[in-house]
């Protein structure tokens, strides 16, 4: 009995320890983001401001082009996601409920798109944005997020989709639904866990990429988030206060959906990791 207790505080304290340290750097941001400047740079450091002031937000949204940059990774984050989920169900199904010639052959092509590093397709995507003339575009950057998540929405779909009966599909097709109908009204409801995950994943993805948008985005008014973020850091001077409030209010969009969805994001991603 007392091994078990021992086993249980012991188990306890050291989740406490892990979650305080995986909070305690958000709550270094949002509290250093609070602090005039002469408080930033104080010798000794000062965990809750004593003077908190909301100027560097306001020196954000309007004395910088962040909400431009917000504005741009919204748009691209939601596109490809809703593009990748769109795709990326219509693959699934037809990978889940029938079976043709070359089936595994193609599912497996599919999954090994997620072996190659990103950098590896930063010179072909150019080159072929470039003749697209889709360089500098919101397009352009959707095609290039969408060889990532696209593939990785297929197989997770695949597995939810998996895991819904035929019987549902056959019941609806014998009550005169085509195939189509079916998937929409019978299956993507039993499966809207999956989908939200997927929608999830496609777009913090989109949201925190870096490596694409630095290379296919070449107009001040075209950068995402990302790139925002790093003109805040001078050659010789840095604006720690200024880079915190950025670093909080590009967080918020993220936070707020895990909170509010994170019951679906767990129940899909266990469904997706587990079937086949």
């Given at each position: ?6 086993a249980?505080?012991?188990g306890?304290?050291a989740?406490v320890?892990?979650?305080?340290f ?10 250093t ?20 002031t909301?100027?560097h ?6 004395g ?22 769109l795709?990326?169900i ?14 595994g052959f ?66 609806a ?26 929608f ?15 290379t ?8 995402t988030?990302p790139?925002?973020?790093a ?11 200024l ?6 209010t ?8 895990f909170?509010?969805l994170?019951r ?13």
């Amino acid at each position: 009995m007392i091994t078990t207790i021992t086993a249980r505080t012991a188990g306890l304290v050291a989740c406490v320890l892990l979650a305080a340290f995986c909070v305690l750097p958000f709550f270094w941001i949002l509290s250093t983001s609070l602090k005039p400047d002469d408080a930033i740079f104080s010798i000794t450091p000062q965990w809750i401001p004593t003077h908190p002031t909301l100027g560097h937000f306001q020196q954000l949204l309007n004395g910088t082009p962040f909400a431009r940059y917000f504005l741009n990774s919204m748009i691209v984050s939601t596109v490809t996601a809703f593009w990748s989920v769109l795709v990326g169900i219509c693959s699934a199904y037809a990978f889940s409920r029938y079976r043709f010639v070359g089936h595994g052959f193609w599912f497996r092509i599919v999954l090994s798109l997620q072996i190659f590093p990103y950098v590896v397709l930063v010179i072909p995507l150019y080159v072929l944005l470039y003749r697209l003339h889709l360089i500098d575009s919101y397009w352009g950057l959707i095609i290039a997020y969408a060889t990532f998540s696209l593939p990785f929405a297929v197989y997770m779909l695949k597995g939810y989709l998996d895991s819904v009966p035929r019987e549902l599909d056959e019941a609806a097709q014998i009550d005169g639904c085509s195939t189509f109908v079916a998937l929409v009204r019978v299956v993507l409801p039993a499966a809207m866990p999956g989908v939200i995950a997927t929608f999830l994943f496609g777009f913090v993805t989109a949201w925190n990429e870096y490596l694409f948008a630095l290379t296919f985005i070449t107009s001040t008014d075209m950068r995402t988030l990302p790139l925002g973020l790093a003109l805040f850091f001078g050659e010789f001077t840095t604006q720690w206060g200024l880079i915190m409030a950025a670093a909080v209010t590009t967080s918020l969009p993220v936070v707020l959906i895990f909170l509010f969805l994170q019951r679906y994001l767990v129940a899909g991603w266990t469904a997706g990791a587990t079937k086949g």
